[in-house]
């Protein structure tokens, strides 16, 4: 009879480690990063859904709903991706904002941003007045 063991080591991603990165779904985010898939992994245990791919965000990516915004990010769409598991709405674009810029109602506003108008898009998901006009 044959006997193997399996071993899972988790390293905390840096900077300079291997962009993206898979991590079970139990670890923390490390901050400035995004998740921008979710998965079932056999290294995370049993289970579905028990692994996302994390990475450090470029000036625009599609990050699951669950992920962590980073500070000077805004959201500018939302929207269903088989990337992020199951659920609706279950995906977001965020984008590093120009002077001017459309943003989800549920995004954050960046210091020095003031809200310019209210406005219904389908881009946003459901609702009205879900987007905003915002400038500097």
């Known amino acids: 009879m044959l006997l193997t ?7 905390a991603p840096t900077a300079a480690s291997a962009n993206p990165v898979d991590i079970c779904i139990s ?14 992994g056999w290294a995370c245990g049993g289970g579905t859904y028990n692994e996302q791919t994390i990475k450090i965000p470029g000036p625009s990516e ?7 915004n980073p500070p000077g990010y805004v959201v500018v769409a939302i929207q269903n991706h088989w990337a992020c598991g199951g659920g609706a709405y279950n995906q977001r674009t965020i984008k590093i904002p120009g002077s001017v810029e459309y943003v989800c109602a549920s995004s954050p506003i960046p210091p020095g941003y003031y809200i310019v108008s209210s406005h219904t898009h389908w881009v946003c998901g459901g609702g009205s007045f879900n987007q905003y006009k915002i400038s500097r």
């Open 5 to 11: 063991t399996a071993a899972v080591v988790l390293v």
């Open 62 to 68: 599609n990050v699951c709903a669950s992920s962590p």
């Open 27 to 40: 670890q923390p985010v490390p901050s400035g990063w995004v998740v921008i898939s979710i998965q079932t």
